[in-house]
């Protein structure tokens, strides 16, 4: 780009010696095509800088997409998307301590404080609904529990994989 300029600058310098008639159309006309040389020289300047940080930003979208493809894959990442991100910590954490003896469906939730909690779900038998019970007050197998919904008292038989409604695409 310092060539461009210099060459602009060169040209504004040969109008300037060439000591027309300010006055003088062809002066006028020259002195604007200098000005002009210059917004755009000005222009390109902030493409290419635009252009950079754009760059920048695509390789570290690539970064963070190689980071997730190889978590996704099951393969080794640099562990860079753990280090940004307190909640994915907690959360990573919580996940690992959910109980391994069921075969149940569990999810995890974040509230407006960042505290995660993991949460077992259910159908309701009396209405058929879908409630969650936290998994740390799950209590002993034949224990009630108040649907949310309904406001009856019902069985928690925590989802599996086998007894979990399935939804279907819809078509019209």
Known sequence: ?????????????LIEGAQLDPNDPSAKLY??????????????????????????FVESIDEDLEDLEA?????????????DDEDYDEMDDL?????????GLHVLRSDASGNCQ????????ECGK??????????AENELYMCPHCHKPVDFAPLTPENAPIAKPYRE
């Open 130 to 139: 879908l409630f969650f019970v936290p998994v740390d007050e799950l209590r």
């Open 95 to 103: 996940a690992d301590d959910l109980p391994k003896t069921d075969s």
């Open 118 to 125: 993991a949460l077992a779900g259910s159908i309701c038998s």
């Open 1 to 13: 780009m310092a060539n461009l300029n210099d060459k602009i600058g060169f040209i504004r310098g």
């Open 31 to 56: 002195a604007a095509l200098a000005d002009a040389l210059e917004g755009i020289a000005g222009e390109l300047d902030d493409l290419r800088d635009g252009m950079s940080e754009l760059n920048d």
């Open 71 to 83: 978590a996704v894959d099951g393969g080794e990442h640099d562990g860079r998307i753990a280090e």
